[in-house]
């Protein structure tokens, strides 16, 4: 696998607003994932995307993937308090196996504020 | 839902004991992973694990870790003789390893070495 490399570092906005957070990558990849972690905790799978995908919607959160310019986004709409946390993107690299080891970057930290 | 549990959530060791940090995976996945985040920093991967034996491992998990999984449910981690650099929080992960590539992870272990 291959870290992905989270920006910005760190966002905050107020409840109600979107958050959007940006992953570049190096190599090409089979799949991306985005993980939360919030503060101390384990982290939590939000979505995966897969090479041939552009687009994915899961709830309040949408992904896209620009395999061209190795690049992925992911945007919460309407955030929440319960939405501060830190984001990671997880690239999976091409020709790695199934169930390889995951590498995280330094992550977004995102802090929702009422 | 089906969810990774990890014992104890806080553990404190003197420098050179031994410690065993206790996770049971998802029932059906069999591939199974230990992370660690020391404080500030990146989540790192430690090794993996499936059918019994190791498929991969970091630099960090070096000869005094020792991962194992005794029976149908466990999966466990042993440092054999701490260093106060092994103070870090130690996430156990589980993955089915078929087509959804996302791993599960469980709420960590907290280590701290005196």
């Known amino acids: 696998s291959q870290q992905g490399e989270e920006d910005p570092q760190a966002l905050s906005i107020q409840e109600g607003e979107n958050a959007t957070m940006n992953c570049s990558y190096k190599t090409s990849i089979n799949n991306l994932q985005w993980y939360r972690q919030n503060s101390g905790r384990g982290l939590v799978h939000l979505i995966l995307i897969r090479s041939n995908e552009r687009e994915k919607h899961s709830g309040r959160l949408r992904v896209t993937l620009d395999t061209s310019k190795k690049s992925s986004s992911l945007l919460i709409t309407a955030s929440r308090a319960a939405d501060t946390a830190s984001y990671f993107c997880a690239p999976r690299s091409k020709g790695t196996g199934t169930a390889s080891k995951l590498t995280f970057g330094t992550g977004t930290r995102l802090q929702v504020t009422l | 839902e089906p969810e990774v549990t990890q014992t104890p959530s806080h553990q404190v060791t003197q420098m050179g004991q031994e410690v065993i940090l206790r996770c049971v995976p998802i029932?059906?996945?069999?591939?199974f992973y230990w992370y660690r985040q020391i404080l500030g920093q990146k989540v790192e991967f430690l090794v993996s694990f499936y059918n019994n034996e190791i498929s991969e491992k970091s630099e960090i998990f070096d000869d005094q870790f020792s991962v194992e999984r005794p029976d149908g449910s466990n999966f466990t981690l042993k440092i054999r003789s701490t260093k106060l650099e092994d103070s870090a929080m130690y996430f156990c992960a589980s993955s089915s390893g078929t087509r959804n590539y996302e791993q599960y992870f469980g709420p960590g272990t907290r280590l701290t070495v005196t």
């Open positions: 029932s059906n996945h069999l591939y």
